[in-house]
């Protein structure tokens, strides 16, 4: 494989972040399902009950009042159409909605991305969770996908951290926008972080010794480390031990909070020793809007950001009734 196939098989898996996969369903289930239940609070809209005595069925769209990449449609899909509905005590019926884009599409302010028919008190009740949903999602897509365009002449995967409270959610929305996964949970796969080598003195042969013993099956394996003498020993390392035989996993190598200067001076180290053809490199630690091409230019295979969640501002959008 090159690598580009490589750094996409360890660090883009899209096909975990579907409503086929129960882990990512759960995730889902608590942005809609347990966010609706915790918005009504048990007395439901007290507001709208006031207002309004009848149950009659109204008309609604959801309106782009930004330009935007769309992220989440699925997820409201599956929320307020397939999902089972026992799991929405609080509303009265269903919705028939009429999606006018897709996950993934451009839409511009004033858009209708969708229009909805239901009942006045569940629309109400909904609109809140949904449009959360579709502002965030569309938020980290769209900032995702200006990153991307950045550095779109580099052979580079722009990758998520596990930064935010929103999880795979957020991870979805950085898949529509262009980005990678990187690790989906702390089972995924091997990360080796300065926490963990701190605890054993930065000894590298321990590392490598005690992948050994444990005969790791892991999509990856990746090891952080600080400078140039580090990358060089963990690359010997990980040549050794992906050379004996007792993994068939890919081999990952984070350059962490390093100046792009010396990442460059590292990855030059690193192919004069021979030691760059059969692993990966990511750099990691301060990577923004602002340097990002500086970090792509470096010859690093993946970029890993915080930002790209942390940092996203969320889409505008509203709901409109009529």
Known sequence: MDRKTIKEYTHKVSNFLSLDNNAYK?????????????DLSGRGDITTNILFKDFSKVNAKIVAKDDAVLAGIAEIKYFLVDADSNFRPSLKGGFEIDFKFQDGDFVKKGDVIMKIKAYSHDILAVERTVLNLLMRMSGVASFTHEI??????????????????????????????GGGTHRMNLSDAVLIKDTHLDIIGRDFDIVFDRLKSANVDSR???????????????????TKFLNGGSSQTIGVIMLDNMKPADISNTISALKDAGLYENLLFEASGGINHDNVVEYAKTGVDIISMGCLTNGARSSDMSLKIG
């Open 26 to 38: 759960q995730w889902v289930f608590r942005y809609t399902f347990l966010e609706l239940e915790k």
């Open 220 to 238: 990856f394996i990746e090891i952080e480390v600080e400078n140039k003498e580090e990358a060089l020993k963990c690359a010997n390392g990980f």
């Open 148 to 177: 991307v365009e950045k550095v779109k002449n580099y052979d580079i995967l722009v990758c998520p951290t596990r930064k935010t409270l929103w999880g795979l959610i957020d991870k979805k929305a950085v898949l529509v926008g």
